[in-house]
């Protein structure tokens, strides 16, 4: 074949539909009655070698709505189980479909998912369907945690059904057509455990370690290296949310993908006040999944993964869990000095010692009392600012700059330090109440504003002016700010 016919048609795979039959049911969208093109990713359209897409808008809508199965694609919902809020259930694509794995130009593989598609065997009492407000929530995000560098599933389009969703009232419906390193779950591998056979659990553990981790498929025990290789990932993706204030909001063993992406995009949020505490899910009652908490979350996930991995990490029992338990036991000592790492990058600390951790500690204290804005509090000290607030009055920060400054950005560390700083401290992230005005436009048919913003986080470290960055968060906007599942 030609190589320029290959960017003219979906270069679709179907490697999951050969796993053991448990994994997943065949399933086809249910078609839907008035698709339309809400937003569509071009460049992201393009790196995936669908480029051809931008031309054919026809063949796009149905693509991108169900009613048009790709030539190639085997549709199929997965079937996963896992621990939501500490309780363990079993789940699986109750609103989605795996159309396929779409090899890009560079050989690289993606699935391709329809989310919002339409009722499956995993369904439950859900509808299958999803609202356009919550679809473009989950578009503006992901593509945002993208362009700030964290590892992501990403939006390639959504499009409204021409069908009213129900939820509480009725709502305009959509699709979304996300795509990811993979869909395989925590959960996937508890499902594999409680639900299928060992030889099952073996076939999963093989095919994600050939997809995922092929360095480590040779080594003597790859399913224990598997264990490590997760927990790495995991916490390199927690401390990245920490850099920029990322709340998951449903840190479900779910919801936590072994690729090491950012996954299900519901009731997410970014914290604006630094506080350990924040939580925005109308569910997280008791904080289980607040900002300060994540890491124990993942370690508690990483657990569960642990647990589900037991047989095929030896067939002695006791010796699985021993050689598990001590690989979990290691996240908290990793986990914290990566966190620190990654604190002492935000401050530009580029030959950093110990007594360094109590600065990074100094300073959070500091913002949390006096309820300063996590992401401006950095900016300003990277551009030499006094914003109002609080914290830029009081004597103990200004005491705190100058130690910070004197110790680090000396002369020759300038430069280098500032240039760091530029790379990890974000100019702009999705705020909140810009994320629910532009949300809210969108679905009363403006979509201007969402644009606009979707612009301005596609350059998180670009140059932004002042009045965006140290824009006053509206009083009180927080304190009332909501967010859901599964909408
Ligand atoms: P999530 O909150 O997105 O992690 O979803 C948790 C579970 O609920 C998954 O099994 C979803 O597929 C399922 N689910 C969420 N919304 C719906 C819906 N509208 N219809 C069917 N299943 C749903
Ligand atoms: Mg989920």
Request: proline content about 5%; some cysteine; hydrophobic content about 35%.
């Amino acid at each position: 074949m030609p190589t320029n016919t290959r960017t003219h048609n979906w270069q679709l795979e179907n490697s999951y539909a050969k796993l053991p039959a448990v994994f997943f049911s065949l399933q086809q969208p249910f078609p839907v009655k008035k698709p339309e093109i809400v937003c569509f990713n071009k460049r992201l359209a393009n790196d995936l070698g669908l480029g051809f897409l931008n031309h054919e808008k026809e063949n796009s809508v149905g693509y991108f709505s169900g009613n048009k199965i790709p030539d190639g694609a085997e549709p199929l919902a997965q079937a996963y189980a896992g621990h939501q809020f500490g309780h363990f259930t079993m789940l699986g694509d109750g609103r989605a479909i795996l159309l396929g794995e779409q090899i890009d130009p560079t050989g690289k593989r993606f699935d391709i998912q329809l989310k919002g598609s339409g009722q499956t065997p995993y369904s439950r009492r859900g509808d299958g369907r999803a609202t356009l407000y919550s679809m473009l929530r989950e578009y503006l995000i992901s593509e945002s945690m993208h362009h700030l560098g964290i590892p992501t599933t990403r939006s390639l389009s959504v499009v409204s059904t021409g069908e009213q969703v129900f939820r509480g009232e009725m709502h305009t419906g959509a699709v979304l057509t996300r795509t990811a390193d993979s869909h395989i779950r925590v959960g996937t591998f508890e499902y594999a455990r409680n639900f299928g056979s060992e030889e099952d659990l073996q076939a999963l553990t093989t095919y994600t370690i050939q997809r995922h981790y092929p360095e480590i498929a040779d080594a003597d025990n790859a399913p224990l290296e598997l264990l490590k290789a997760v927990m790495h990932k995991q916490i390199d993706l927690v401390v990245n949310w920490m850099r920029v204030g990322f709340i998951h909001g449903v840190m479900n063993t779910d919801n936590m993908s072994i690729a090491g992406e950012t996954i299900d995009y519901g009731p997410c949020a970014f914290m604006n006040s630094y506080n350990p505490k924040t939580v925005f899910s109308s569910i997280d009652t008791h904080g289980r999944y607040a900002f300060g908490n994540q890491s124990h979350v993942a370690q508690w996930n990483l657990a569960i993964f642990a647990g589900a991995l037991l047989p095929v990490i030896s067939k002695n029992q006791q010796k699985a869990v021993d050689l598990a338990r001590e690989v979990i036991e290691g996240f908290p000592h990793k986990f914290t000095e990566k966190w620190y790492a990654m604190m002492f990058g935000k401050l530009g600390i580029l030959h950093p010692e110990d007594k360094d951790k109590d600065l990074v500690d100094g300073l959070l204290s500091l913002m949390e009392t006096n309820k300063a804005d996590y992401t401006q509090v950095f900016l300003a000290l990277q551009h030499d600012k006094e914003p109002d607030g609080p914290l830029f009055r009081q004597e103990e920060f200004r005491a705190w700059v100058e130690k910070w400054k004197n110790t680090h950005l000396g002369d020759e560390r300038k430069t280098p330090s500032l240039t760091l700083m530029n790379t990890l401290n974000p100019k702009v992230i999705p705020r909140n109440h810009w994320v629910e005005n532009v949300l809210e436009a969108a679905v009363e048919g403006n979509l201007t504003p969402f644009s606009q913003l979707m612009g301005m986080l596609s350059k998180p470290y670009g140059t932004h002016t002042d009045e965006l960055q140290f824009q006053q968060i509206p009083e009180g906007f927080d304190a009332r700010y909501q967010t859901f599942c599964g909408t």
